[in-house]
Structures are given as C-alpha cells and as structure tokens.
C-alpha cells in the first residue's frame, strides 16, 4: 500500500532538494552590492515613512485587476480548452459568459486609462 506513495514522496524530496540548492547557489555566485538605496523598503511607488492617510493612485488598483482579469482567463480556459471537443452545449455557454464578464471588466480598465502609461 506504501510502495503506491514512493513516487510521490521522491518527487517532493526532488523538488524540495533542487529548490535548496538553487536558492544556495543564487546566494553564491550572484553579485552582492547593497547599498542604502537597495535595502529600503519600496512598496507601491511611495515613500515607506510618509503620512498615512495620502492618497494613492488609482491605476495600481486597476493594474491588480488587470492582472485577476488575465490570471482568471488562463487558469479557467485552458482546462477548458483541454476538453472541449467532449463537453456540452451548457458547458459552452457558461464558459462564453465567464468570458463575456471578463471583457466587460477588461472593457473597464481600458476605459479608465489603465492600458496607457505617463
């Protein structure tokens, strides 16, 4: 019953095995230069000690649904595009509404400016 279990408890020691040796060796070889512009906090275009209560702008809002939008797009339609010569015609229209919703919201972020850069 154990032995069904060995391929996948190799797999996790191989990935967690080549995951400690590649963070070591980018520790190793990469430069290190730090210098007190490199090691302060930078969060969202602004200054990390400044008055709390400023505004921010409205495009880092509309570049994080800009990247849901696209992220949702992938991780639904390429399962779905996998099995789409053997699904239904429900099927299909419920994946032609996810779609319409998400350029509805696309539609959205190009109206607003979110597409162009200063």
Known sequence: MLANYFPV???ILIGLGLGAVLLNAGRLIGPSNPNAEKNSPYECGFEAFEDARMKFDVRYYLVAILF???DLEIAFLIPWAVVLDSISGQAFAAMALFLFILVIGFIYEWKKGALEWE
């Open 9 to 11: 408890l190799l797999f």
């Open 68 to 70: 849901i939008i696209f």
